[in-house]
């Protein structure tokens, strides 16, 4: 009975909430003016923002000229200030809260913080945004009427005024009690540290509920799927959720798990939407169905520029804002975001894929790529590529890598892919020359550099045994939501770390 009442009131609240939406659509410079304004507010009350004397900056130019594009290290000095307890740093107040992100598998981890105007008017309300996608393209949902299920991290106290955690598990900590009953599991399990007892009890809790909505990474949502087979016996998830029919992914590209979950969610009225939600921000959701590309989210607390990929390495690179860029370019994103990450590169690299309005993918990141021999392989290409090959070859994957074989003794360089599969391909030479065919058909500079063999040599794929990469991540102390697989890297240290654990 509540959770038919709360449905009801909570579609009512969405319909508002698709206003902004709609504004979104078209107003986005205005949005943004908005947003900017508010954030320089906020700057002038910090002491990053005296050190730059933002009292005098009127205007975007004055703050782009004034202001210096910066990366982790660069903030790191002044995040551990907030940290240690000082305030007005980075942020007006102190920060209790922050997010604790590899982004990859790297040693050192990132401590985003994520002040209380962070935390609800951007992650907060970006989830919001999505529930009210969902309603406007599904009227008939009813996601309180039943489970959701998301799949969190842990959360360390440090002391009573320092707690660091994956952002999820910030989020499902500071949902109100209002709100907890409809989530499943308990969230003293959702919150464990240990991940393989996590899913171990997750599996066992979560067979018993009505689950209608879940969402997380791909990597770990499959691990859980796994478990709660083998816990029931079932041939199927939808044999245990028969009204699951919403999933909310992101954090690594979808198409190479595609075939996974159809396997797993074999009823035709599952849709799949995806969501760009990083520690840092919660930066777009997907508006439409069944087509690429997420609404970049303009009156989230966030003020966006970007810098042509291309342009990435330069030293003083030309800076773009939304009315500067064009469609099926790739862009490295900045940030100024209100938890005081001020022109801010995560890293990420984005492919605007229309400006009316603004929508975009993810195509990359500015670490994560290959280009070794003039190449520029992105993700977004391998991951386009695998797919088509695995549909091709009726194969499915679990996880993938890729790394260089670097120009020696006369020897012509290539790429090496390391794979493990969940379906194997009948002939592995058959699904190499397909999918090199499907490499060159989508990136030209690749396309180039296989032009007879000349400059690279036919890719390679060494089949990596069960488990492999979950037992990676393991040695490295990298179970969780948050660490993902590299899939490109110019070096080989990760794809050899990786080669004597098969």
Request: charged share 25%; hydrophobic share 40%; glycine share 6%.
């Amino acid at each position: 009975m509540i959770y038919g009442f709360f449905n009801i009131l909570i579609k009512g609240y969405l319909k508002f909430r698709r206003f902004r939406i709609e504004s979104m659509y078209k107003n986005p410079y205005e949005l943004q003016e908005e947003v900017f304004l508010k954030l320089l507010e906020q700057l002038q009350q910090t002491s990053y923002g005296k050190l730059y004397k933002s009292e005098e900056i009127k205007n975007y130019k004055q703050f782009a000229r004034r202001i210096p594009l910066v990366k982790y290290e660069d903030l790191f000095p002044y995040i551990q200030r907030m940290m240690q307890g000082e305030s007005n740093v980075l942020w007006p107040g102190t920060v209790k809260w922050y997010a604790k992100s590899s982004g990859t598998t790297n040693d050192r981890s990132k401590f985003i913080p994520i002040s209380e105007e962070n935390l609800f008017e951007n992650h907060v309300a970006a989830s919001w945004d999505a529930m009210a996608v969902l309603y406007d393209k599904k009227p008939d949902a009813r996601i309180f009427d039943g489970k959701n299920l998301i799949m969190g991290g842990s959360l360390h106290h440090v002391n009573d005024e320092l707690i660091t955690g994956d952002v999820s598990a910030i989020l499902l900590s500071r949902m109100p009690a209002i709100g907890r009953p409809f989530y499943t599991p308990d969230f003293d399990t959702a919150l464990l540290p240990d991940w393989e007892k996590k899913i171990d009890k997750m599996a066992q809790i979560c067979v018993n509920e009505d689950v209608v909505m879940f969402a997380g990474v791909p990597t770990w949502t499959i691990v859980l799927f796994k478990k709660m087979l083998e816990v029931t016996g079932k041939s199927n998830i939808h044999e245990i959720w028969p009204n699951a029919k919403t999933y909310f992914h992101g954090g690594v590209g979808f198409d190479p798990y595609i075939e996974q979950f159809k396997k797993f969610l074999p009823s035709p009225d599952m849709e799949y939407y995806e969501v760009y939600n990083a520690s840092e921000g919660y930066f777009a959701i997907q508006d439409r169905k069944h087509e690429k590309g997420m609404l970049l989210l303009l009156d989230n607390s966030i003020f966006y520029e970007f810098i042509a990929a291309e342009n990435i390495d330069h030293s003083d690179p030309l800076v773009l804002t939304l009315k500067d860029i064009e469609v099926d370019k790739d862009y490295c994103i900045i940030i100024t975001t209100s938890s005081g990450l001020w022109r801010y590169m995560p890293g990420d690299l984005i492919r605007f894929v229309t400006v009316q309005p603004y929508r975009i993918l993810v195509s990359g990141r500015t670490k994560h790529f290959i280009n070794v021999f003039g190449e520029e392989l992105m993700v977004h290409n391998t991951d386009e590529a695998l797919k088509k090959t695995c549909d091709l070859t009726f194969s499915t994957i679990a996880e993938y890598t890729v790394a260089p074989v670097y120009m020696e003794d006369n020897k012509k360089g290539g790429h090496e892919w390391l794979i493990e599969f969940e379906q194997k391909p009948v002939n592995l030479e058959n699904f190499e020359k397909i999918l090199d065919d499907n490499l060159r058909s989508l990136n030209s500079d690749y396309d180039a550099k296989r032009y007879k063999d000349m400059a690279l040599m036919p890719l390679k794929i060494k089949i990596a045994p069960k488990d492999t990469f979950h037992n990676w991540l393991k040695s490295k102390g990298k179970l969780g939501g948050q660490s993902k697989i590299p899939r490109l890297s110019n070096q080989r240290k990760i794809i050899d770390e990786l080669l004597e654990i098969c």
